[in-house]
């Protein structure tokens, strides 16, 4: 940094006080460089997505007339504009984020003048992480020491900010072959054809030009223009910065060649954040599943305790969408893996084409955790699946069961640890009980974990209310959760009411004499 005597910049007079704030970190038992080199070395940080080809793909990317990518900023106050969205959630804002398409989350972690933190970040990487193809996380930071590159990436980041404005050239090129070496390609950032030189001296695959001079905080929309020519041809991706807040301000660069912009203060003060976006980049709208309930598909029947070929053809052929075994030696129906094994071979090569195919949501990259796995899991049959249905057996014999029964999900009915789902090669249902007059537990919507829950309702009518409500709390608007719902026991005229007001992805029969009438009224309706 210059030290001349004039009265410091804003750059100047961040920069000396993150310095500062550095070295308290680093000084404060636990947190020191030792330690954070130990728990990377220990692979302590979450995994990592690769930023650029992320930034590649937006929602407008497979149409012919692409617009630019999002990088959605979480910037809470900034030092021109004071407070901006004090009291917004950041991880809810995350998470809007991520559903309307951005690729990138720039999470702002200064405390002082931005009101930002790690903890932000982390909430952020929290919201969004079990997301199919979720947005990277970039620090949004001034960094000018490897102490917060290590930090970056131990709190969730994916990509860090390299201000060109306050750096030398030796500074700026060990911190970004630093970041590079924990696996984060940089977002350049330069304000003018100097530093814009400097930025492609580095090799770097990402530039930010920032319209908003961080000296004196003067925007200039046509910053970004400016320089646009000294990449052209080139291998990186150039991204605008700063003081966009229109469809217009994006149709120029849109033009220009500019393949994504960076916005914070507009998206922290839009209304309806989701369709400020859109219209921001000109995207298509986001298809959700819940929006299609008119023409929505039929519920899907499960039948569990299948236990011969001829059960599982009459089953199919009645338009059952899932057979499930049962390998509990407790239950009457339990069959062993090499009894089930010629039934599933069967019913695998008969190829039989089942009345239901589902609804497959064309935004898959988009959709949450549960909606995606349906998807994922729908798009691939064409033919009833196979479950496996387990209470307590040992992780082993599951897995086993797996190979030899060929089996195309399992279903898990005991206390099994939740961390087992990573081991079991297939998607995973997961029973949760409901008895009347208890809360259902969050675990049931929690993403990631399990891919489909079986909601047991023990307690009747009553209990399904309270179970929906849980369900609904747990959906992100505009989504909706996938759920089976076991309905054994519940006669038949009570589960077509409850099919019409809970609208369930699937119901769980067992098998028993009548079950083929009732897979039938239930596929009709
Ligand atoms: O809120 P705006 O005008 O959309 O700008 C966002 C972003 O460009 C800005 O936050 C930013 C760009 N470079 C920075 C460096 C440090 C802090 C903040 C920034």
């Known amino acids: 940094m210059s030290t001349s005597e004039k009265k410091p910049t804003i750059l100047e007079t961040i920069y000396a006080q993150r310095a500062k704030d550095v070295e308290v970190a680093k000084s404060t038992p636990g947190t020191t460089p ?58 809810q804002q995350a998470l809007t984020y991520a559903l309307s398409g951005a690729s990138v989350i720039s ?27 979720r ?14 590159i290590m930090e970056a990436r131990l709190w969730g980041a994916d990509t860090v900010l390299l201000i060109v404005a306050m750096l030398s050239q030796e500074r700026l090129e060990t911190l970004y072959h630093y ?24 090799g770097s695959k990402m530039i930010g030009v920032n319209n908003r001079n961080l000296h004196n905080f003067e925007v200039d929309m046509g910053t970004t223009s400016r320089l646009v020519e000294m990449v052209k041809e080139r291998d990186l991706v150039l991204c605008a910065l700063s003081g966009i807040k229109g ?49 929505r598909e039929r519920t899907w029947v499960k039948v569990t305790g299948v236990r011969s070929e001829s059960e599982a053809i009459s089953l199919t052929e009645t338009g059952t969408d899932i057979l499930s075994f049962v390998f509990d030696p407790q239950e009457k129906t339990y069959v062993k893996p090499e009894e089930a094994a010629p039934i599933s071979s069967k019913i695998r090569a008969a190829r039989l084409s089942p009345s239901a195919s589902a ?26 699946l196979l479950v496996g249905v387990f209470n307590k057996q040992p992780l082993a014999y599951i897995q086993h069961t797996v190979a030899i029964s060929q089996l195309d999900l399992v279903q898990l009915n005991g206390d099994e640890p939740s961390g087992w789902t990573a081991h079991i090669p297939v998607p ?17 919507t929690r993403p990631g974990v399990h891919s489909f829950c079986l909601l047991d309702v023990q307690g009747g009518r009553e209990a399904v209310g309270e179970l929906q409500r849980v369900v609904e709390k747990g959906e992100v608007p505009g989504w909706r959760m996938p759920v089976i719902l076991r309905a054994s026991g519940i006669e038949e005229e009570a589960l077509v009411d409850i099919i019409r007001s809970l609208d369930p992805w699937a119901v769980d029969l067992d098998l028993e004499i009548g079950v083929l009438d009732v897979v039938k009224r239930v596929k009709g309706l």
């Open 359 to 384: 609804a497959v949501s064309p935004y898959l990259r988009s959709t949450p955790w549960f909606t995606a796995q349906l998807g994922t899991l729908t798009a691939t049959y064409a033919r009833p």
């Open 135 to 148: 947005p990277a996380v970039l620090r949004k930071e001034f960094i000018l020491d490897e102490y917060q």
């Open 107 to 133: 999470v702002l972690t200064e405390p002082t003048w931005f009101k930002g933190s790690l903890f932000d970040m982390r909430l952020v990487r929290q919201a969004i992480d079990a997301l199919p193809d």
């Open 428 to 444: 995973v249902i997961r029973q949760f009980t409901v008895a009347k007059n208890e809360s259902p537990s969050q675990e049931i």
């Open 247 to 295: 469809p217009e301000d994006v149709r120029v660069y849109k033009e220009e060649g500019v393949k994504a912009v960076l916005v914070g203060e507009a998206l922290m003060r839009a209304e309806d954040t989701g369709k400020f976006i859109r219209e921001l980049l000109d995207w298509p709208e986001i298809k959700t599943q819940g929006e299609g309930e008119k023409n």
């Open 179 to 202: 970041s590079l070496s924990l696996g984060m390609e940089p977002l350049v950032e330069v304000n003018n054809a100097d530093e814009m030189r400097r930025a492609l001296g580095l």
């Open 34 to 91: 030792e330690d954070l080199s130990t728990l990377l070395q220990m692979n302590l940080a979450p995994p990592l997505i690769q930023v650029v080809p992320r930034l590649k793909r937006n929602p407008s990317t497979s149409s012919s007339s692409s617009s630019p990518s999002l990088m959605a900023e979480i910037k809470r106050a900034s030092p021109s504009k004071g407070p901006i969205a004090m009291t917004t959630n950041v991880a």
